[in-house]
């Protein structure tokens, strides 16, 4: 087998494998709940059988192990469990699966994402690029003060300022971004305007550094030098001998950004009330109803790991040395 | 000059010398760099300077008790309230001097604990090279293939939100990063030959850390300590700002925010009450941006062991 | 064409800057160079004579963070340093090229060899591009690589150094430049293949006329390449003479300094008390065994070297003398008794008895540490010393090097190479060793430094009779330092004995081989030394 494949599954392998670990940890968080939870969750007026039943429910009378095994398979079938919301201390049972609960809120999150991906990735690269390029100037010191400003504010002061000026002092957008799935494309883009915005200038400014860095890294290579001694010109030296090498490192920044803005989503959704995946898990953490909170990490985690394994098989595809071997 | 070998004639020790640079003290050398240091870096060192001062002294400054309660919520900018009142009528300003006190101490109590554990482990990592840190390293690969931010939002469903269990998490979390960096530059430093010097010398693992090895690691992990410092505190008031973070009555920035926010509604009819949430969300960023020009500058004079991140 | 008698370059009066701690510094100050058609000019000079950034400059070129302040830098009756960078890089890699140091850096990692090779011809429009392949197949030939038609297909991780450097000398021609700087081209490389790197490069540039500048720090390779040459010495000419002339009869102090400091040679003794012996023994990193049963013997206060080539083993022998690599058999004997093969298993006395001396004395020091604290460890762990008894100690260790107390306070930074070197020496001699182990510790330094510090080592062994296990790859230091050689080839010993007698034919095979490829100070040596190995291979 190629030696390139031969890489590309051991890093498939290590994901898999990684995947895994973490959904262990992630499920043997409940372990971790205090024993009088049970009351918790029903209400003072429940009754020991009530408390049983629902141990029983949750498996908590089985090993954990087993419990674990019984979870990956529920999950891989599509069934992550029922919400705890919803219970009564009588026994009654009103609660809701969590794949119902969360199936139209990934859309909404994904919309949200990908919008705000498609602004954000071409416009910190060509920043990154030009930055680096032209570095030192009195264009990369702006953008670099900038940009490093941008990234140390939270992305809610951001966001109330968005909505300050172009929601409450001169009415563009709508402040809440509430959405429905009836609702029209425009409607929609029109609802999610200032939330995408305020993450693509978060993501634009850590994104541009990156790059920028990366670049300039390369740029140092004495293979560059060679190449303008040999008479390149600059577009040349950027296109030709630079461009091939830096895939990688591109590569890394985008998979890291957009896995930044898997968790900047969470806060963003709940300044805008819109109704996403992050607002789900926090309301979720706030009245503690852990199936659910369980549900949004395992997501979470697992386009964190995705993203990672893509920017590392980028790398692995683009590197001559593993495409050439000896 | 002094480097009197029997030399061929035409060498000259002194010509050697000469093409150093002139010796300087310690403290001589420190003012020369502050002398030289941009604008941002003296921007970013004067604010943590005011930022440390009104935490320091937040109980004289402070125009009311932390927790005092007023008629009026919601009361607007006035000489008795000069940034007003919050929803249930404490005193915005009064709360700001405190939530500095709190929110930053809670950041820097939790700074420090993730390096003590980060910095600690990945020394003995970085030293050790065996089964350790074999361990570590691989475990630390795990907890990072989850969004911080994620994994403290599911540990705070477990354990109840508490000033506690808030440093605790964060603090676990976030030592994964340090345990990173600080394994990284300390290998750097422990395959160098003066290292092995000590070692065939046959001194003990701890003289060797303490004088070969921590010196030369310290430029770099006191900017990590500075970028880390931010980046708690960010996710600290963010956690604030969720509802899940640190809990009322303890003033703080994140919560302040989440309180007042629907003020901004009202922009339009009076605008100072309209940026009045904004106040706490500005404190935050303004000591963020500040941390970051000094680390920034500090980065760049150190040698840049890293440019961005 | 242009008239036959005007030069092809001339630069007059060239001054260089550089940025550096925050403020601008001259690097080139003044120079003047001449070079006709078909001439090859020998630029000579140590570390930090500004060698690379003059040859940089022919070409008009200033690297980031250094600019021309004043100069002309005419090529072909026109100034390069009046014209745009646009105009000046139609010339670069087509009139002009350049051949880098570390070829392993200097070529794309991403493209393949042949399309780097043929780049410039091609954007210049020289000639077709299916022409140029079939050139530069034709160079790689006359450059003696392997597998000529084929190599081109490859890409530069995929090739050894040494046909890396004649690559990129296939590279500069493939243009048919009218000047060549070839800038350190053989440093990097083994002096084996140097050999046959070097005769490649002269033989191109004869056979198509090519002028050419070679920078170097190393007479004995510039002799065989250069009809003149040039000394440098911090940004300032110190004298030019044609190559003959200029090795038998130097004008100014300073080169004849230069060129007297090969002349050191040690006279051998032998002796029958052998303080150290290493018996039989294998060492492997891993499951790659380096060393396979390797024997040497070490006499008391006297020298043995070790020479050999990178990969040869010879580091990895001092590292089990050490006990930093434990061996995986056989046994290293020290005064007559068995020493432990780890490290924690020797005890205090054992380690102060063997001391170690580092190719790279920048590493060996702790960067944050003063001279006193670096001199004064071992005296506190190893001889309990403190207060006045230890500061006299240090001043006589001072004196032993030849430094004075001023030095006490300095950081390593604030040390030139020679006294950072010395101040290792004496953190050695603190311990009071019988045996120092010395890695290439002369490698990095200036040749006149290198005298130096050879002279104090074997000053040192005169006055308290420390034996010296002395690694190097340089015969020159060899002969200066020893008293007798071990030959170490691919982790084997080819053999031990006195320098006379391992230095006086009849050799082993790869002793010959390393032997006559050492560059001797004679401009005819490369001729005389082809002549004999074409003649032994047509036998």
């Not at chain 2, 930053?104 to 420090?112: C, E, F, K, N, R």
């Not at chain 2, 926010?261 to 922009?267: E, R």
């Amino acid at each position: 087998m190629h030696p390139v494949l031969v890489t590309i599954v051991k890093r498939l392998l290590l994901g898999v494998v990684t995947l895994f670990v973490v959904s262990a940890i992630i499920f043997s968080s409940i372990s971790l709940l205090p024993g009088d939870f049970g009351e918790a969750v029903l209400g003072q007026a429940a009754t020991e059988d009530t408390v049983a039943a629902f141990r029983k429910e949750l498996g908590l009378d089985k090993p954990a192990p087993a419990r674990y095994l019984d979870w990956v398979k529920s999950v891989a079938k599509g069934d992550l469990g029922t919400s705890f919301s919803g219970r009564s201390a009588s026994g009654q049972d009103r609660s809701r699966s969590v794949a119902e609960m969360i199936a139209p809120r990934l859309k909404n999150t994904l919309f949200l994402a990908s919008v705000t991906a498609l602004i954000a990735v071409p416009l910190a690269l060509f920043l990154g690029l030009t930055a680096a390029l032209y570095r030192n100037s009195w264009y990369d010191r702006s953008v670099n003060v900038t940009t490093l400003t941008t990234i140390s504010m939270p992305e809610f002061f951001v966001a109330y300022v968005l909505i300050l000026i172009f929601a409450s002092l001169w009415k563009v957008f709508p402040s809440l971004a509430t959405v429905d799935i009836d609702m029209a494309m425009g409607e929609r883009l029109n609802r999610i305007a200032l939330p995408a915005i305020t993450l693509t200038l978060v993501i634009v400014a850590h994104m541009m550094r990156m790059t920028r860095a990366a670049i300039i890294n390369l740029l140092a290579s004495p293979y560059i030098e060679m190449a303008r001694l040999k008479g390149a010109s600059r577009s040349e030296v950027i296109l030709k001998h630079a461009l091939p090498n830096a895939w990688a490192p591109i590569a890394t920044v985008i998979a890291f950004n957009l896995a930044y803005l898997v968790v900047g989503v969470v806060v963003v959704e709940v300044v805008f009330v819109y109704p996403g995946i992050g607002q789900l898990m926090v309301d979720s953490v706030s009245s503690r109803d852990i199936p659910v909170v369980q549900a949004c990490a395992l997501i979470f985690a697992g386009t964190y790991i995705l993203l990672n394994l893509i920017a590392d098989v980028i790398g692995i595809v683009t590197n001559p040395r593993l495409l050439h071997p000896r | 000059m002094t480097d009197s070998t029997d030399l061929p004639e035409g060498y000259s020790a002194s010509a050697e010398v000469g093409a150093l640079r002139q010796r300087r003290s310690r403290a001589e050398r420190s003012w020369l760099a502050l002398k030289k240091a941009p604008l941002s870096a003296w921007f970013g060192m004067i604010v943590v300077a005011g930022y440390v001062f009104v935490a320091l002294f937040a109980p004289w400054l402070a125009p009311y008790g932390e927790a005092q309660i007023f008629a009026t919520p919601f009361a607007p900018w006035d000489e008795t309230h000069r940034f007003g009142t919050d929803q249930i009528g404490r005193d915005i300003l009064t709360r700001l001097i405190y939530g500095a006190r709190n929110t930053m101490g809670i950041a820097l109590v939790t700074t420090l604990l993730s390096f003590l554990i980060g910095g600690g482990l990945g020394l003995v990592a970085a030293i050790n090279r065996s089964w350790l840190d074999q361990f570590l390293s691989r475990a630390v690969d795990v907890l990072m293939a989850i969004p911080s931010l994620i994994f403290a939002l599911v540990l705070l469903s477990i354990f109840k939100p508490s000033v506690v269990s808030l440093i605790l998490i964060i603090a676990v979390l976030d030592s994964t990063r340090v345990f990173r960096l600080t394994r990284a530059v300390a290998i750097n430093v422990a395959v160098m030959d003066y290292v092995e010097v000590a070692r065939l010398r046959g001194e003990k693992l701890g003289w060797v850390m303490k004088n070969e090895i921590l010196p030369n690691i310290m430029p770099p992990l006191v900017a990590e300590f500075g970028l880390r410092f931010s980046f708690v505190f960010l996710t600290i008031a963010a956690l604030s700002f969720l509802g899940v973070g640190i809990q009322p009555p303890t003033a703080d920035w994140g919560s302040m925010v989440r309180d007042n926010a629907s003020l901004i509604q009202f922009a339009q009819y009076d605008l100072k009450a309209g940026i009045t949430p904004l106040l706490p969300a500005a404190a935050i960023g303004l000591l963020t941006v500040a941390v970051n020009f000094v680390v920034d500058w500090f980065l760049h004079k150190t040698s840049g062991l890293r440019d961005e991140q | 064409m242009n008239d036959k008698d005007q030069p092809l370059l001339q630069m007059t009066d060239i001054h260089i800057e550089g940025y550096s701690d925050e403020r601008w510094h001259p690097i080139i100050k003044g120079v003047d160079l001449e070079l006709r058609r078909g001439q090859v000019l020998g630029i000579i000079g140590e570390s930090g004579a500004g060698k690379s950034t003059l040859g940089l400059a022919a070409m008009g070129f200033a690297r980031s963070g250094c600019r021309f302040t004043q100069g002309q830098v005419v090529f072909d009756g026109t100034d390069l340093l009046t014209l745009k960078e646009s105009q000046r890089r139609k010339l670069w890699g087509t009139r002009i090229a350049y051949v880098a140091q570390s070829a392993a850096a200097a070529f794309n990692p991403a493209h393949r060899l042949i399309d780097q090779t043929i780049e410039s011809a091609t954007r210049s429009q020289l000639r077709p591009e299916g022409e140029s392949r079939q050139d530069a197949i034709e160079l790689y030939e006359s450059l003696h690589l392997p597998d000529p038609a084929n190599i081109g297909e490859r890409y530069p991780h995929q090739v050894s150094g040494g046909q890396l450097q004649r690559v990129m000398t296939a590279m500069a021609m493939s243009s048919r430049p009218d000047l060549i700087i070839f800038d350190e081209p053989t440093t990097a490389l083994d002096v084996t293949t140097q050999v046959e790197v070097l005769a490649a490069m002269r033989e191109i540039v004869d056979q198509y006329h090519t002028a050419a500048i070679y920078i170097t720090h190393d007479l004995s390779v510039v002799a065989q390449m250069a009809d003149e040459i040039k000394v440098l010495r911090y940004g300032e000419e110190v004298e030019q003479a044609e190559t003959r002339s200029m090795l038998s009869a130097p004008k100014e102090e300073y080169t004849k300094s230069l060129w007297s400091v090969r002349s050191l040679e040690k006279p051998e003794s032998r002796s029958d008390d052998i303080v150290l012996a290493l018996k039989n023994i294998d060492a492997a990193y891993g499951k790659t065994q380096v060393l396979h049963g390797i024997n040497i013997e070490l006499p008391r206060g006297k020298t043995v070297a070790v020479v050999g080539e990178s990969g040869s083993g010879k580091s990895t022998a001092a590292r089990v003398v050490t006990g930093l690599l434990p061996q995986s058999q056989g046994t290293v004997m020290f005064n007559g008794e068995v020493l432990p093969p780890s490290l924690k298993d020797r005890s205090p006395d054992q380690l102060r008895r063997i001391q170690m001396i580092y190719q790279m004395a920048d590493t060996a020091m702790n960067p944050r540490q003063t001279v006193e604290n670096i001199i004064a460890r071992p005296l506190e762990f190893f001889h309990n010393m403190k207060g006045r008894e230890k500061e006299q100690r240090l001043l006589e260790l001072l004196a032993m090097i030849e430094l004075d107390e001023s030095f006490l306070d300095r950081l390593p930074a604030e040390l030139s190479g020679g006294q950072k070197q010395r101040i290792c020496i004496a953190r050695a001699l603190a311990a009071e060793p019988d045996v120092i182990i010395c890695d290439e510790v002369t490698s990095a330094l200036d040749q006149i430094v290198q005298e130096g510090i050879l002279k104090l080592l074997l000053r040192l062994q005169e006055e308290f009779g420390i034996s010296y296990l002395f690694i190097t790859h340089d015969i020159a230091t060899v002969k200066a330092i020893s008293d007798e050689i071990v030959v170490m080839y691919q982790g084997k010993v080819v053999e031990q004995g006195l320098k006379s007698q391992i230095l006086t034919p009849p050799h082993p095979e790869y002793t010959e081989l390393l032997l006559s490829s050492v560059p001797e100070m004679d401009p005819d040596w490369l001729t005389g030394l082809l002549e004999a190995r074409d003649g032994r291979a047509g036998l």
